[in-house]
């Protein structure tokens, strides 16, 4: 059963979690929760197949196509879970403060430009990509817009369950270099803050309430992916430009 681990996880007579349910349709939402559990995260969460698909992202979402966020991908939620804001209680699982940080649409994008161009594509498609573990996708949020790529780095890590994803925005007109998250730090559905939300009281109690890291430093597992993600990223690039400068020569001879 797709919700049988977020059931398994929970005690619904202690928590405000909704239990949730497989829904028949899916109407292709997106929403983003700040979560501040043990540490502070993102929880990005596409509706599909009847549920949220979810992943945790330390860092959180960015705008800016040179950062490649870390997402692990976590179990489904319920499609319930959308609008979920509040207190998970202490002792319970995730236990912490939750805000609805962003909401919108999506649509899964073709796995390859059609004239240069990507195109939306079907919903079996989109299963397919995700299976592959090579999935792009256009958001409509108020805060995230644009192309982005879910990237499955298929257990590179030493002793992996195979969870590790990359979030990564492409380049197009919403793209911001240098985006900041931290710029935004009320809930988009009632304004309130990860305070306002928590309380005073929970407020003072979790300290994690800070910036997420921005060093440079990466475990040697990741730095080896994104290393060989940008090798194919300039190899693409060369064989075009060499494809498009053959096509050149070509039509002058001619």
């Known amino acids: 059963m797709p919700l049988e681990e977020y059931k398994r996880k929970r005690r619904f007579a ?5 239990p949730g349910k497989v829904e028949k349709k899916s109407q292709h939402r997106f929403v983003v929760q700040k979560h501040r559990a043990t540490r502070l995260h993102y929880d990005f969460r596409l509706e599909m ?9 330390p860092k959180g979402p960015s705008l800016d196509p040179a950062d490649k966020r870390l997402a692990m991908q976590v179990e489904d939620h319920p499609v319930s879970y959308f609008d979920f804001e509040g207190i998970i209680p202490e002792g319970n699982y995730g236990a912490g403060t939750v805000m609805v940080w ?11 430009p059609v004239k240069g161009k990507f195109v939306p594509a079907t919903d079996a498609e989109a299963a ?4 592959k573990g090579d999935f792009k996708f256009r958001l409509r949020g108020k805060r995230l817009k644009g192309d982005f790529v879910l990237i499955h780095m298929k257990g590179r890590r030493p002793g992996s369950k195979g969870t590790e994803w990359l979030l990564i925005k492409k380049q197009d007109e919403y793209a911001v270099p240098g985006f900041n998250i931290e710029q935004y730090d009320t809930s988009v559905l009632t ?3 990860m305070r306002e939300i928590g309380g005073d009281k929970a407020s003072a109690e979790w300290e994690s309430d800070r910036p997420a890291s921005r060093g440079k430093a990466k475990a040697p597992w990741l730095a080896d992916t994104l290393a060989k993600l940008d090798r194919e990223k300039r190899k693409k690039a ?3 430009k060499e494809g498009a400068a053959a096509g050149v020569k070509k039509k002058r001879k001619n």
């Open 14 to 18: 202690e928590t405000p979690e909704p």
């Open 49 to 57: 197949d009847g549920v949220l698909k979810s992943w945790a992202v």
């Open 102 to 112: 962003d909401v919108g649409t999506w649509e899964p994008l073709s796995p390859v």
């Open 128 to 131: 397919a990509m995700l299976q």
């Open 191 to 193: 304004g309130r803050t």
């Open 238 to 240: 060369s064989t075009t």
